[in-house]
C-alpha cells in the first residue's frame, strides 16, 4: 500500500470511527470473514442479507457463515436467482427456467411473465431484508474527507440490506478511499455494470457513522430508525480494486 | 405586530419545557458547529456556496432543460407545477389512479408550504410523516418548533402519551423504549405504503438526479420501499453538476446539526431497475417502478426575476439564521405561523404564501444581522426584510398614526424638540429622584414593562453644545458631531463628555445645527420618502464645514448615514456622491480616538475591570470589534469578555415597542452574560444599548454601571460636566 493510500485510509478511518461507526482492518481474505463471523455470533445473528459484492465473494464470506449455521439470503436478483439454481447464472438460462425457481422458492405456481415473476421475487427479497438480523454490502467508494462509505446499485434493495436489519457490515476496498467528496463522481463514472443506456446508478446511497437521534426528548439516542450498529471492514490486502 | 402574534410570543416564552429544550438545544448546536467548521475556511466555502448558487439560479432555465431530459431519460416523470394548487392535484390524480390509500412521507418543507399531507388526507389517504420529530408533532397536530429538532418543546411524558397513543400500547417514559416503539411503528409504515413522498435538499441537472438527506434512515425507507415514489422539488434547488452538489453538503450539515456529513445521503436517479429476468430491462426491482419528479414554481419564477429578493433562492434550508436568531431563541418556531421561520421566513412567505402572514413574520425581526454573518450561502436577509417593509408600505400604506409621527414630527427637526419638550413636561409625576421612569400610565406602562426608561432630558443637546455650532480655523482635525436621537434628548451629558474627550485629544468638534433624526425609524417602517428628505436635511448639515470626520454615537444611526443614503439617493446621483463623501467621514468614537492619537502610549493599569458589549451594527455593519477594546485596554483597563458579546440586547428593530416581552426575554440573556463577567462596569458604544442595558439592570436592582465609552474616558481624562 502506497503511503498515500495509507493516508487516505487513516483519514477515513478516524472520521468514520467518529461518526460511531466500528473500523476494522482486515488484513487477509481470512481475517474479514472471521470478524464477520465473530460479530453474528456475538450478536446471535440468525439469517443475513447481502449485497452484490464481488469482494465479499472472493472472501467467500458467504461460505463462511453458512458453514457456522447462519442462513444467508442474496439480494442482488441475479445473484438470488444464481443461488436458487445452487449456481452461478450463465445469462443463457431461459425465462422458463427462472420461472421454475422462483415458483419454488415462494411456493407458489407463477406465470413465465417477467412482470410477474419480478414482483413475485420483490416480495420474498424485501422480506428477507425485514427478517434478517445483519446486512453485508460493499461500498464501491469511500470518502476520507467524512468518513463516508459511498454504495451504489441499480436495484433498491442495496439501500433496504443498508438500512433494515440490525447490523450492518459493509466492505472497502481501500483502493477504493478517494480524498474528498468531489472525487466520487469520477469514481462512479469509472464503475462498470451499469445497465445499457444509463448515465449514472439508480441508487447512489452516501452513509457515514451510525444514525442516531435526539427527538424524543431527554437524550441523544443511538439508534434511530436504520441498523444499531455500522461496521466497516477495510480490505487491505486485497489487490484488485473496481476503481 | 398583531394581537394573534403577541399570543404566539407569550404562550412560547412562558412555555418552560419549550424554554429549557431550546436552550439547550441551541447551546449543542453552537458547540458542535464549532467542532465541525474546525480546520476549514467558512468565508471561502460560503464564498463557492454563494457562486454556485448564483450561476444556478441564474442559468435556471437551461439547467432545468436539462434535469428534465436527464430525469426522463433515466425513467422519471418530470411535472412542472405551476402552484400549490397545480402540484397537489397532481398528486393527488396519481394517488387516486394507482389507487393509493396509504403514503409514507419524508421531511419536506416544499410539502408543508403546498399543504399536501393535509390535501391528501381530506381525500381519504393516509399519510404518516417518518421523521421521529416530524411524527411526534404530527401526531401532536402542530407544527414544528425547529428544523433540527421539530419535537423539541415536548416533554417526555407528552411523548410517552402521543406514541402510547398511536401504538395502542401503554409505554412508560423510558427515551429507548419509546424509540423502540416508535422505530417499530414506522417501520410498519413503510412496508404497509402504496407510495412515498420525499422532498429533494438538491437536485442534479447534469444526471437528472435527486439528492435525499436524512439522519434517521427514514428518507432511504420512504423512498425505497413503496412501489410509486414521489417527489416535490422547488425548482430553486437545481444544480448544475455532482461537483456543485458536494460542495453544497460539505457546509449542510456542518450549519444543519453541527455534522461534517449527513448519515445518509441519497442520490436517486430514476426507478429502480433490473436486467435479471430474462427478456427485458424491467422497472421496480427491489424499489419502486414509477418515479414522478413534481417541479414546483408557486412564486420561484417571480422571486428569481426580482433583483431584490432574488438571493432568497440561494437558501439551502439549512437552518442557520435560526441558530444564530435572538429571537428564535426566545420562542422558537411556531410563533411564526407558518413553515418558513425566521428572517428568511418573512421573504420566503411573502412570495411563496401570503403577503400578510409575511409581514407578521417580518415584525419579530430585530435587524441585528447575526443571520446576514453566519449565512453560508451569505444571503442579506436584514436588507431584503427591509425592502419588503417599503413595499408593504407602498402598496398598503403605513398606519395612520405612523405616517403622522414620520411625517409630520420626525421630518421636522424644531418640530419634533417642540414634542419632546412637552413630553419632558408631562413626565414629571413619573420621573423618580435618580431620573428615571420606572411606571407609566394605563397603557404605556408596556413600555416600562422590560426596562425602566431615562427621563427626557430638559433641554436637548442641541441647546447646550450651542456654543460649538461651528469649528475655528485652526489646523486640528475638524470633527463633525453627529448625535442622533438618544443622545439629543435621553442623554445629552454623553454628547457633552463626546466633545469634550474629542478637544482634549487635539481635535476640533462642534456640532452642526441642522442635523436631524436620520430617518431609520421611518425607513425601516417603509416611509421611504421621509427617510429621503431626512438623508437630503443631514448630508446637506453634515457637509457644511467640510469636517474631516463625522462621529456618531449611535451605530445604527452610522449604519443609516454610511449605507442607507447612498441606497436611498440612487436615483439622484448627485445627492448619491455627496452621501459618498459623507459615508467616508463617518467614524465610531472609539474608532476616531484610536486614529486622531495613533502614538498615544498604553497607560498604566487602573485595576479595574469592565466588560464590553458589542452593538450590532457597530460590529457588524462597519465591523468595527477590536478598537473599542483596544481603546479601553489602552487607558489602562482590563476588559473581561462576556459570553457572546455580539449578541443583539433586544433593542434592534420595533420589537422593543411591539413585543417588549420578546424584547424582555432577548435582554435577560444579555444581562445574565454581563452579571456572570463579576465586573461592575459595562461599556458599549451604542446609545439605544446605553438605554436598554441600563433599564434592564435597574429593574434588577442591580449596581452594574452601563457607559459608552466616551463617559469612562471622560472621567479617566478628569472631564466634569
Given at each position: 500500500m502506497c503511503a498515500q493510500v495509507a493516508g487516505l485510509v487513516e483519514q477515513f478511518e478516524a472520521e468514520a470511527s467518529r461518526a460511531g461507526a466500528v473500523v476494522y482492518e482486515a488484513s487477509s481474505a481470512e481475517d474479514a470473514c472471521n470478524y464477520i463471523l465473530k460479530l453474528a455470533q456475538e450478536r446471535d445473528v440468525k439469517t443475513a442479507v447481502k449485497s452484490k459484492s464481488r469482494v465479499a465473494d472472493e472472501v467467500k464470506v458467504k461460505k463462511h457463515l453458512e458453514k457456522a449455521g447462519i442462513e444467508v439470503k442474496e439480494t442482488d436478483l441475479k445473484e438470488w436467482i444464481g443461488q436458487l439454481a445452487g449456481e452461478k447464472l450463465t445469462g443463457r438460462e431461459t425465462m422458463w427456467q427462472v420461472e421454475k425457481l422462483i415458483s419454488k422458492a415462494t411456493g407458489k405456481k407463477l406465470d413465465p411473465d417477467p412482470r410477474v415473476l419480478l414482483n413475485a421475487a420483490n416480495g420474498a427479497i424485501k422480506q428477507y431484508c425485514i427478517d434478517a438480523d445483519m446486512g453485508i454490502s460493499e461500498a464501491d467508494v469511500a470518502i476520507a474527507e467524512t468518513g463516508t462509505l459511498v454504495i451504489v446499485g441499480n436495484e433498491g434493495v442495496t439501500r433496504l440490506v443498508a438500512v433494515l436489519p440490525r447490523i450492518h457490515v459493509t466492505i472497502v476496498n481501500c483502493q477504493n478511499v478517494v480524498p474528498i467528496m468531489e472525487d466520487v463522481i469520477a469514481a462512479l463514472k469509472s464503475l462498470r455494470g451499469n445497465i445499457a443506456g444509463q448515465v449514472m446508478p439508480v441508487y447512489v446511497t452516501y452513509i457515514t457513522g451510525r444514525n442516531t437521534t435526539a427527538?424524543?426528548?431527554g437524550a441523544v439516542l443511538a439508534r434511530s430508525q436504520g441498523p444499531a450498529e455500522e461496521h466497516i471492514i477495510l480490505m487491505k490486502a486485497a489487490k484488485r480494486g473496481s476503481a | 405586530m398583531s394581537r394573534a402574534m403577541t399570543k404566539r410570543v407569550h404562550k412560547a416564552l412562558t412555555d418552560e419545557n419549550l424554554q429549557t429544550a431550546l436552550t439547550r438545544l441551541l447551546g449543542l448546536i453552537k458547540f458542535v458547529r464549532q467542532i465541525a467548521f474546525a480546520g476549514l475556511d467558512f468565508d471561502s466555502l460560503s464564498h463557492e456556496i454563494r457562486r454556485i448558487k448564483e450561476n444556478s439560479i441564474a442559468n435556471l432555465p437551461q439547467l432545468v432543460e436539462q434535469f428534465k431530459l436527464q430525469a426522463t431519460k433515466a425513467g422519471a416523470v418530470v411535472y412542472e407545477a405551476e402552484d400549490a394548487e397545480d402540484a397537489v392535484k397532481y398528486v393527488l390524480k396519481l394517488a387516486q389512479e394507482r389507487k393509493v390509500k396509504y403514503i409514507v412521507k419524508s421531511k419536506s418543507m416544499l410539502g408543508e408550504e403546498i399543504e399536501l399531507r393535509e390535501h391528501l388526507h381530506k381525500a381519504g389517504i393516509g399519510v404518516t410523516e417518518t421523521d421521529i420529530g416530524e411524527w411526534i408533532v404530527q401526531l401532536a397536530g402542530e407544527r414544528p418548533a425547529?428544523?433540527?429538532?421539530?419535537?423539541?418543546?415536548?416533554t417526555i411524558e407528552q411523548v410517552a402519551e402521543l406514541i402510547s397513543k398511536a401504538t395502542g400500547r401503554e409505554l412508560g417514559t423510558d427515551p429507548q423504549a419509546l424509540l423502540d416503539a416508535a422505530r417499530r411503528a414506522l417501520r410498519q409504515t413503510y412496508i404497509d405504503a402504496d407510495m412515498g413522498i420525499s422532498g429533494a435538499n438538491i437536485a442534479i441537472a447534469e444526471t437528472g438526479t435527486l439528492v435525499v438527506v436524512t439522519n434517521e434512515g427514514n428518507g432511504c425507507m420512504a423512498t425505497t420501499l413503496p412501489p410509486v415514489y414521489v417527489a416535490v422539488v422547488g425548482y430553486e434547488k437545481i444544480v448544475s453538476s455532482w461537483r456543485d452538489a458536494a460542495a453544497i453538503f460539505r457546509l449542510l450539515s456542518r450549519c444543519t446539526a453541527g455534522m461534517k456529513m449527513p448519515v445518509y445521503v441519497s442520490h436517486i436517479t430514476g426507478p429502480s431497475r433490473t436486467d435479471a429476468i430474462p427478456g427485458a430491462v424491467l422497472r421496480g426491482a427491489g424499489g419502486p417502478g414509477e418515479v414522478h419528479i413534481v417541479l414546483v414554481d408557486n412564486g420561484r419564477w417571480q422571486m428569481r426575476e426580482s433583483d431584490e429578493f432574488?438571493?432568497?433562492?440561494?437558501?439551502?434550508?439549512?437552518?442557520t439564521c435560526l441558530n444564530v436568531c435572538p429571537v428564535f431563541a426566545s420562542v422558537a418556531g411556531q410563533v411564526y405561523g407558518y413553515v418558513y421561520q425566521g428572517g428568511i421566513g418573512a421573504i420566503l412567505t411573502a412570495f411563496l404564501h401570503d403577503v400578510d402572514k409575511a409581514e407578521e413574520v417580518a415584525s419579530l425581526c430585530l435587524g441585528c444581522m447575526a443571520c446576514k454573518e453566519a449565512c453560508p450561502t451569505r444571503i442579506d436577509i436584514p436588507r431584503m426584510i427591509t425592502r419588503l417593509r417599503a413595499s408593504l408600505a407602498e402598496e398598503k400604506g403605513l398606519p395612520w398614526l405612523n405616517r403622522m409621527v414620520y411625517r409630520s414630527i420626525l421630518k421636522h427637526q424644531p418640530r419634533l424638540d417642540k414634542v419632546i419638550r412637552i413630553g419632558s413636561y408631562l413626565q414629571q409625576p413619573f420621573v423618580d429622584a435618580d431620573l428615571m421612569i420606572r411606571r407609566l400610565p394605563g397603557p404605556l406602562n408596556t413600555l416600562t414593562q422590560a426596562i425602566s426608561l431615562p427621563a427626557l432630558a430638559r433641554s436637548p443637546l442641541r441647546d447646550m453644545l450651542k456654543d460649538y455650532s461651528s469649528p475655528r480655523l485652526t489646523d486640528k482635525s475638524r470633527v463633525a458631531f453627529y448625535s442622533g436621537c438618544v443622545a439629543n434628548y435621553a442623554y445629552p451629558e454623553i454628547g457633552g463628555y463626546v466633545m469634550k474627550v474629542l478637544a482634549k485629544c487635539g481635535a476640533q468638534p462642534y456640532y452642526p445645527t441642522g442635523q436631524a433624526c436620520c430617518g431609520a425609524p421611518a425607513y425601516f417602517a417603509g416611509d421611504v420618502d421621509t427617510a429621503l428628505s431626512l438623508a437630503k436635511t443631514n448630508i446637506a448639515a453634515l457637509e457644511e464645514m467640510k469636517p474631516d470626520y463625522i462621529v456618531t454615537v449611535c451605530p445604527g444611526c452610522a449604519a443609516m448615514l454610511q449605507r442607507e443614503y447612498l441606497n436611498l439617493t440612487t436615483a439622484e446621483p448627485r445627492w448619491n456622491q455627496r452621501a459618498r463623501v459623507l459615508a467616508g467621514r463617518i467614524r465610531d468614537f472609539s474608532q476616531l480616538l484610536l486614529e486622531l492619537t495613533p502614538s498615544m502610549p498604553k497607560k498604566p493599569s487602573r485595576n479595574q475591570k469592565v466588560t464590553y458589549h458589542d452593538p450590532c451594527h457597530l460590529k457588524r455593519g462597519t465591523g468595527v470589534f477590536n478598537e473599542p477594546r483596544q481603546l479601553l485596554q489602552r487607558e489602562g483597563f482590563e476588559v473581561i469578555e462576556m459570553a457572546d458579546s455580539d449578541a443583539c440586547c433586544g433593542f434592534g428593530g420595533h420589537v422593543v415597542l411591539s413585543y417588549p416581552e420578546l424584547s424582555k426575554s432577548i435582554l435577560k440573556r444579555k444581562l445574565d452574560n454581563i452579571e456572570a463577567t463579576g465586573v461592575e462596569t459595562v461599556i458599549t458604544n451604542c446609545l439605544p444599548c446605553v438605554l436598554q442595558l441600563r433599564g434592564g439592570l435597574d429593574k434588577r436592582h442591580s449596581r452594574i454601571k452601563v457607559m459608552h465609552s466616551a463617559e469612562l474616558l471622560a472621567s479617566t481624562f478628569e472631564i466634569t460636566q
Open positions: 427527538d424524543i426528548p | 425547529h428544523l433540527v429538532g421539530p419535537a423539541i418543546h415536548k432574488r438571493e432568497a433562492l440561494y437558501c439551502i434550508k439549512c437552518g
